[in-house]
Every structure is written in structure tokens, then in C-alpha cells.
């Protein structure tokens, strides 16, 4: 019996890539209007090749981006690419079609709900907070918990002992089957794959598959 859901959240509850692109394509189209000299497309394949060295949460992307492409940091052309990001990045803060509905009814059964992120603490807080769903968690865990990320399983067991739950009685609901579900599968949980999150991902070592958040409801029962 499923006592307790725990999720992933970029790409699982809130559509993380989507978001990151559409705030970097605002902040390449600003830095350009403040005097940067490159070609836009170029550079947004530039940032991106940053953000597979460094992590999608580096915070000094864009001053490494500038020296890569400018060789130098501009802090007029600097300030408007973050003004221009954070501006796009609050505006498309939404959860996935149906997130709010599944968490309310999953609360509604008596199903106790966690995150287990890879973010910073602080960040993954911001992302729960603008969507306005941060009260409907029991449990938050993030990389400053552990300082490990999945598949470790560390996380996962930091979750457990929040939940006052076994491993067999828990359900992990991710994206990425190589951190996800192989952390969750090592200590015995059952597991989901949130295809919606990532179409091209191969989760055929997953318990479940979904392609649409709803689809969860059932697995529980």
C-alpha cells in the first residue's frame, strides 16, 4: 500500500526546461539591446553548452558566458540579462496541467507528499512558493540537505526518516530514470516515470509510466 508520494520536482511538477529556455532566450535578446556583439543564436547555443559544464543552476552563468563570448564582463550588458531572465523566469513559474488537482485529491486520501530535488534549498523553495503549492508538501528535501544528489540514495533515506515511512510503502515520481528511478529502485521503492516531463527518456526499468499527471490516481489505488 502507497502511504506516501514523493516527487522530483523541474520537469516533473513545473516545467523546468521550458522555462530556463525562454528565460535565456529573453536574456541573450537583452544583453544584445544593451551592446553586446553576437549572434543570437550562436550564443544561445554558447550559454547552453555553459550550463552542461557548470549545472543549470550556476550562479554566475551569464558573467562566464560574457567572458566565453566577450571576453570581458560588461556589467550594464550583465544586469540587463538578469533583469530580463528573473522577469520571464517569475512570469513562467507554473505547474504542469493538472499538478494542483492530483496534490489536493493525493492529500485528500491521506497520502503524505515529499520533494526530493537536486536544487538548492533556497531555489527549490522560490519554484514551490510561486506556484503556491509549498503547503502541500510534509516533506522538502534538497541538495543542502544531503549534499549528495540522486541516484545517491541519501536523499531518498533523508525523506524517509522525515516521512516516518518504509521504502516499499513509498512511490517516486520523476523525469530523469538515470538519477530518479535508479535512486528510488536501489532501496526498493516503487517508481513512476514522468514522461510528460522528458518525451525522449527511456524509463522501461520504472514500475509505472504516466503522460499525464492525473494518471497517478489510479497507480495509488
Known sequence: MIKAVIFDLDNTLIDFMTMKK????AAITAM??????TNK??????????YDKYGLEDKTIFQKFLMKVAKKVDYEVLASGIVAYRRV??????????VIDVLFELKKRGIR?????DAPRLKAW????????????????TFDDTKEMKPSTKPFEFAFQKLKAKPN????????????IKGAKKLGMQTCFARYGNPKGKGKKADYEINDIKELLEIVE
Do not use: Q, W
Open 126 to 141: 522560490i519554484r514551490l512558493v510561486s506556484m503556491k503549492i509549498n503547503h502541500l508538501f510534509d516533506v522538502v528535501v
Open 32 to 37: 544584445i539591446g544593451a551592446g553586446l556583439e
Open 41 to 50: 543564436e550562436k550564443a544561445t547555443k554558447e550559454l547552453f553548452k555553459l
Open 113 to 117: 507528499l515529499a520533494i526530493v530535488s
Open 169 to 180: 510503502e513509498c512511490l517516486m515520481v520523476g523525469d530523469r530514470p538515470e538519477r530518479d
Open 89 to 98: 523566469r517569475i512570469g513562467y513559474l507554473e505547474p504542469y496541467p493538472h
Open 22 to 25: 525562454l528565460s535565456c532566450d
